[in-house]
Structure formats: C-alpha cells, structure tokens
C-alpha cells in the first residue's frame, strides 16, 4: 500500500550491503524529510561516482583521471609497489602513514579451492610494471586467508624470477590483544616472525 | 588522499541516519563495484522520492497525487481518522491489516517540555476535515511518551467540543514479553486499562 515511488526507493536502498528492510524504511523516510536539494545531492553523489570514477592506468587504484592521486604524486616512492585486493586496504593503508611508495590493486584474488578465478587483468599490469624496470620491492599485502596467501604465492612465484625483491606483510598477534586468546595458527606464525629486540 | 568524487560520496551517505564513515566507506566502496545502471537506479531513487512525493492534500500521509492511496481507496471507512505522528507508524499501522479507516499524519509533536513547536498546519488540516462532518471517531496514536502524550491530550481537548469520539490506543504490556521485566508505569497503565474477559 506504499506509494510506488517510496517503496521503489525501499527496493533500491535494499540492494546495498547490510541494508534490510527496516535500515532501508528508516532511511527512506529520513530522505523524504530532508531538504529536497540534500536528498538530490546524495543521489546525484551515488550517479557520479560511478560515472566519474576510473581505474587507475597503472595501479588500478580509483581515480578521476587516467593516474589516481596516489601516482601522480612525485613525492612517492616510486621504487616500491605495494600490493592490495581492494581500494579500500589501499586508504586503510595509507591512513596508517607509514608507507610512502606506489600502490597496485588487484581487485580480487586468485582463487584456486572456491572457483579458481583470476585477477588477470590487473596482475598482467603488475608484471607489465616490473617490466619498465625501476622497481626494488614488491610488498604483498593480501589476507592471510585462503586466497589471500594463495595470491601471495602464486604473485612471488612470478615475479621471483625478474629479481625484483618481494616481501609480504607480517602475520602476528594484533596490538592490544591478549595473548591468551589468539588462536594457534596466529601464534605460530608470530613466534616465526620473531625478531630481534 | 581518496579522490574527490569518492569521498564526496562517504560524506554524503554518512549525512544519512545510522551511517557513520565506516559504513559509509563500505557502501561507497560497494556502490563503486556495482553495474553502472544499478548505482543510477539507486540514486535517481533517491532523487525522485523527493521530486515526485507530496503530502496528501486531505490526510498530509506521503503521496504521489493530491490523495495518497489510501485516503483515494473508496473501500475505506471514511468516518474514522486515526492520527499518527510520521508516515512511518501509519505504515507500521497498515501492515496490522486490523484497521480500515483513514489516517491524520502530523509529522511532528506538540512538545509542551522541549522546544514548544507544534505541527500547526496539520493540526488544522485535522480540525478542517472535522468540520466537514461525517467523522464518527478519532483515534489517537501518538506515541506514550511525553511529547506523544501531550499532543494526545492536546488532540483530544481540541476535538471534543466537535461531539467527535476521541480515543487513545491502549498502553500496557507488549504481546510475548514477560511481566516480571515490565516497568512500573506500564505495569499500572495496563492494570488501569483492563478489560472483561
């Protein structure tokens, strides 16, 4: 019995992630009680960001024009190619402000137990990278899950070869966490990542 | 460092309620990943909920022509009115499938307490439709709060001089819930509020 333009809009708000009926009415009827031009300026936001985000050319980070911000900027390191699965470890990354070089997204992982798909496009990139030469390490910082360290395998079984350095993030017991309760996996894997004090 | 039009996006979608820069972030990096006409969908959606909803020109519930759908369904029982104070309730109302009549959405509270503000203009769409005769009962469903209390008994002292049936929905213990937990003041409303079986 809803108005067909409200609940339609119900439908669309269901479609994003964490969003079911009841985040999706709460937020519908907020929308109809904001100002007409904020409702406009989020949905014109959500249009734009689709229309107006590119991939990177080299890194295939976001970006708004052929080089994300991340690779147009010559304060970068540019020796260092640090590896992600989503844009999105690349900003949590950067927000650390402990790395300084140049990024590379692969969107997605090699997948070789669930459905052995590929990232081709984007790992093709990275080799095309390596190639151009000037490149001292590769830093991979996929998850340490299944796909993730399978990515990170397969991704140092290719560029071992060109000599380029790779190296992977550390897997350990997270800052502030008690001991006691960190599974074994991550405590053998931190007892073999020790070093030296 | 995200690139403009991205996180013009996060800062818009965390202008919504409940959304905060994680979950902004997640959404956006979603959206980001979606077939472009899906993303336009939920954004027109958006665009258009505020462009092509009015307020009903009887009952003020939202609608997409001078009458919503309900006060427009000749299948409704015209001499009641049952007051709401956001479209929201009257939807939560609806879904109950126990009431047939007609709906006054005030949007807003008279509250005596906080600010003083007062729902004006629908409160005098309320007493305009009262005028035009053929109301037998108005039921007041405002919530049993402070505010929705006040402007119940607000309602009511203003209506009653019209000869017009005023009710109020019944407060008391919530169908499932375990009496033991019940607060003092429900527990009395309840009590109060019994009814022969």
Do not use: W
Request: one cysteine or more; proline letters at 4%; aromatic letters at 4%.
């Amino acid at each position: 019995m809803m108005e067909k333009v409200f609940s339609h809009l119900i439908d669309q708000l269901m479609l994003l992630p964490g969003i079911g009926k009841k985040t999706a009415q709460r937020l519908g009827f907020y929308i109809l009680k904001m100002e007409t031009g904020a409702a406009r300026k989020i949905g014109q936001a959500i249009i734009d960001v689709k229309e107006k985000i590119l991939l990177c050319k080299s890194c295939s980070n976001i970006a708004e024009r052929d080089l994300c911000s991340i690779c147009a900027n010559p304060g970068r390191d540019s020796q260092k190619i640090l590896v992600v699965e989503e844009p999105n470890i690349l900003y949590a990354i950067e927000k650390t402000g402990e790395y300084r070089g140049l990024y590379h997204v692969l969107h997605g992982t090699y997948s070789p137990v669930s459905d052995g798909r590929m990232p081709e496009r984007t790992i093709q990139g990275l080799v095309e990278r390596l190639k151009n030469g000037g490149i001292t390490e590769v830093i991979i910082a996929t998850s340490p899950n299944i796909d993730g360290e399978a990515t990170a395998l397969y991704l140092a079984h290719l560029i071992r070869p060109s000599g380029t350095k790779v190296t992977r993030i550390a897997c350990g017991i997270p800052v502030g966490a008690d001991l006691e309760y960190a599974d074994e996996v991550t405590l053998a894997k931190s007892l073999g990542g020790r070093r030296e004090m």
